[in-house]
């Protein structure tokens, strides 16, 4: 099971943190549309800054999801939305990145489910015309009411390498279902977590120990199913991140370089 850092906070205060820690980093920086409308710039910037650590690490890249729709009716929105996935590819390419994370971007009553799946089977069928094989897709749960959509995307598309990313804190403010039953139906499907508590009113992105998600007994509910799913934790706070991969490394899922 490997650990990422989801970087939600700037470079001088997450280098330490991944020099102390056998863990990855899941970088967010690129899903700014304006820095991937200047991505060349970016990159060169941000490989000076983390120098020789990038290439000792696994690296993870969060896609662009702010006003995107892989299921929309609007051929326009899908345009742009296409262009930005395939941006965030290019970034991923630059960076050696093992993992892309995509949200679903799914919003509750706009769509019914047929047409959304119809919608997306297009859009992913279209996607992964020219994609690498050595690149690992996941597809992310935010404000979905459930896994059915998820699931039959996945199935539908039936790539090795196309899984869920289970975003445990999304589930457990926007989701009508428990955690546990995202976790029995989505089963091996289950390739990525995302990894934050709250207490079921906000999307608060707490460290692990701060809401009333289990997460240690939500970690190994879904390593049963799935021994090679990765975690990547987005916690806001740098304090509360470096409290939780202390309690992690207590508890033997993590260790310190």
Known sequence: MNFYISQLDENKKIIPIIEKYNVGLEIVQFSNPFILDNKEKFIKEYK????????????????????????????????????????????????????????????????????????????WETFFKDKSNDIIYHLENVLEWDYFLIKETIDKVNKANFNACLDLGHTNVYSKLAIEQWIEALDNKIGHLHVHNNYGEEDSHFGI?????????????????????????????????????????????????
């Open 48 to 123: 000076t800054e983390w120098g020789s650590l990038l290439d000792e690490i696994d690296i993870s890249i969060h896609g662009p999801f702010a006003d995107l729709s892989a299921g929309s009716r609007d051929i326009e929105i899908t345009k742009i939305t296409s262009k930005r996935y395939n941006q965030a590819y290019e970034v991923a390419k630059e960076f050696n990145a093992k993992k892309i994370v995509y949200h679903n971007s799914y919003i509750p009553r706009l769509y019914t489910y047929t047409e959304w799946l119809q919608n997306t089977d297009k859009f």
């Open 209 to 257: 120990d701060k809401g009333n998600i289990d997460v240690k007994k939500i970690i190994g509910l879904v390593e049963k199913n799935n021994k090679d799913v990765s975690i990547s934790l987005e916690i806001v706070d740098v304090d509360e991140l470096k409290k939780s991969l202390e309690v992690l490394c207590e508890d033997g899922f993590i260790s310190r370089r």
